[in-house]
């Protein structure tokens, strides 16, 4: 049954490519993961124009609530596309504070995700449609980490 | 093999995003009058070189495209022009779709453009499905028959092979199409679009004409008889991923 699985999703992936290239900085805190989410200029540009309806170059309360809406809530069907485990079990884990502003004319998503570090644990990024694809740019970790990325995901490993 | 795989995957993102930045700088260039003419030259070229490299990615139907010619057999022009017109297929839905969105959906482009996506990769999945069928049907008339021929395949099949995978709207093209769009390069915008859409004809007809190349080498008459039933694998492969794309 798993090769059967694994025949799908392989073949999915196959018709899948990314649509969002998204840059992501992580910061990891004693009892919290903050996430920062860049798109792409070209995407960013889509969304703006689409999102930003005022024209004023910024996402006011209303404007950043259609956004998040439209673009972020629907995530939380597959866990926002983040995958947390420690030791051999995976936790749930439910992001929490989202915001999305302009920033150099690229759209910002933050948000965190609590979590207490009691034990090494591994963290990843990542959407398996590929219709986002996520590189690492930068992590700051109060813990010890390993990072293992690619241009579409990445997981870290933290040991606190 | 699967490392393999997922370091091909990693370039080919990788370099589509590093063409995906060139595109939208070239773009800003233009708008900030710093560019002259040498720049339209220069985002066709990467639109071409775009498409080049996003046909490489998953999607896009090679697989489809590879499995007709790998069970079905053919010549290479038949090979040639199946790659080409799946792309132009799939640039013209893009086009026609972005165009519309563009003039009346402006305020939920990106959500219509996600759901006309999905219904789109439904209705291809059906198409896939009744290839697979229409393959089946063909492999099992050539195991009666103990002559098989690569005959010509119709310009007919060639249109319904290339409707079949072509009819998703390319993400990529209605992108750079609505970013020009919204930037006021319309006919720049169309001509990105055809740029890119040879870019990844190119692409699609190597993937077909390569399987038409494996169908036909020597050295595998010895295993017609494996090869024969393999087809049906394939067939299975096929249906499957049309019933995954479809459930």
Not at chain 2, 194 to 211: D, E, F
């Amino acid at each position: 049954m798993k090769f059967f699985y694994l025949i799908i999703v392989f073949h999915l992936t196959l018709c899948a490519h990314p649509h969002f290239f998204i840059d992501t900085d992580i910061r990891i805190e004693k009892e919290a993961i903050f996430h920062r989410w860049r798109f792409d200029a070209l995407n960013s540009k889509l969304l703006i124009f689409e999102f930003d309806t005022d024209k004023n170059g910024i996402l006011d309360a209303k404007e950043a609530q259609h956004f998040l809406k439209e673009h972020i809530e629907p995530l939380a069907a597959n866990h926002s596309n983040l995958f947390f485990q420690s030791g051999e079990k995976e936790i749930p884990i439910k992001p929490k504070d989202f915001n999305v502003s302009i920033a150099s004319k690229r759209l910002v998503v933050t948000f965190t995700t609590e979590y207490l570090f009691s034990q090494p644990s591994i963290f990843c990024t990542i959407d398996a449609t590929l219709y986002m694809a996520y590189q690492l740019r930068n992590v700051q970790s109060i813990y010890a980490y390993d990072a293992q990325k690619s241009d579409y995901d990445f997981c870290l490993g933290v040991n606190p | 093999m699967s490392e393999l795989y997922d370091a091909f995957l990693s370039h080919i993102i990788g370099w589509q995003k590093e063409l995906n930045s060139f595109l939208t700088d070239a773009f800003d260039s233009l708008e900030s009058a710093q560019g002259g003419v040498e720049v339209y030259g220069y985002i066709l070229l990467s639109a071409f070189v775009y498409g080049l490299v996003h046909a490489l990615g998953p999607g896009h139907g090679k697989m489809v495209i590879a499995s007709y010619f790998l069970v079905h057999g053919s010549k290479v022009r038949d090979a040639l022009k199946a790659g080409f017109l799946t792309a132009l297929v799939h640039t013209f839905s893009a086009l026609g779709i972005t165009a519309i969105l563009y003039l009346f959906f402006q305020n939920a482009i990106m959500k219509y453009f996600e759901r006309i996506n999905a219904h789109a990769y439904k209705l291809s999945a059906i198409f896939i499905m009744l290839v697979a069928l229409f393959l089946l049907f063909e492999t099992l008339k050539e195991r009666r028959s103990a002559t098989a021929q690569y005959a010509s395949t119709s310009s007919k099949s060639l249109l319904k092979i290339a409707f079949s995978i072509g009819i998703v709207p390319c993400p990529g093209v209605m992108s750079i199409v609505l970013f020009s769009m919204i930037l006021g390069y319309y006919t720049l915008g169309v001509a990105s679009a055809m740029s890119m859409s040879v870019g990844m004809g190119i692409t699609m007809s190597l993937a077909a004409i390569a399987t038409t190349h494996v169908k036909k080498a020597p050295f595998l008459n010895r295993y017609k008889g494996v090869l024969h039933n393999l087809s049906f694998v394939g067939i299975a492969l096929l249906f499957g991923l049309g019933m995954a794309i479809l459930v």
